[in-house]
């Protein structure tokens, strides 16, 4: 028995080397079998007690130096059903040459959209469908859009299914889950702003 346990702790070793996550990152990721469980262990990674996500090998690294309450907000969102996948601080530059918008990017059900537009509205924050890809300007460089932001579904459920890009790692069934899901960009509606963050909490604790 020791021997077959010794060889799949070095199979499941190998196969988180293969993938570029730690064995403990591997484990909670595997084991979710919801978008909820999916919320869950982001919320933990939040907290600094996961070091991975399934498309992103590092610790939390958010803009909360930039906009503090960021991270809070961020917990609050996927404690309320929206699956955070990617954010930014709003921030002006110096010389007013780059200037970005607060926004966030996840996935959540129809019930849960329609929460979100009711509790944010006109409190200074949008909330677009990312699928078309028609939002507001994300990012200002010069004057001239751009953004850095990727969506998961435009790209492919193939994209969405990777286990270097998307959620791959996870069943099939999780990834399921989430192609039926809207995917949103929640966005500051003035550039170069924080509000959002603190609004958003606030919002979702009532």
């Not at 484990?27 to 909820?36: M, P």
């Not at 919320?43 to 939390?60: A, F, V």
């Not at 803009?63 to 969102?77: N, R, V, Y």
């Not at 509000?195 to 979702?204: G, K, N």
Request: charged letters at 20%; aromatic letters at 8%; one cysteine or more.
């Amino acid at each position: 028995m020791k021997i077959v346990d010794s060889i799949k702790s070095s199979i499941g070793a190998s196969r988180a080397a293969f993938t570029g996550m730690s064995a403990a990152g591997r484990a909670a990721w595997t084991s979710a079998e919801t978008v909820a469980d999916l919320r869950a262990l982001t919320i933990k990674w939040l907290k600094g007690d996961l070091g991975e996500l399934p498309y992103y090998r590092h610790g939390c690294d958010v803009d909360e130096k930039i906009a503090p309450g960021l991270t809070d907000a961020l917990i609050a969102l996927n404690g309320n059903g929206f699956l955070t996948v990617g954010s930014q601080a709003g921030f002006t530059s110096g010389d007013g040459k780059f200037s970005q918008r607060a926004t966030v990017h996840g996935f959540c059900d129809t019930a849960t959209w329609m929460r979100l537009e009711h509790v944010l509205r006109g409190r200074g924050v949008g909330i677009a469908d990312a699928q078309p890809y028609e939002h507001a300007q994300i990012t200002s460089r010069a004057g001239d859009e751009s953004t850095g932001f990727v969506d998961f579904v435009r790209e492919s459920p193939r994209r969405l299914r990777d286990p270097w890009l998307g959620f791959g790692l996870c069943c099939a069934d999780v990834v399921d889950e989430l192609l039926g899901m809207h995917q949103l960009v929640i966005t500051a509606d003035e550039l170069g702003t924080n509000d959002m963050w603190q609004v958003t909490s606030e919002a979702l604790a009532k």
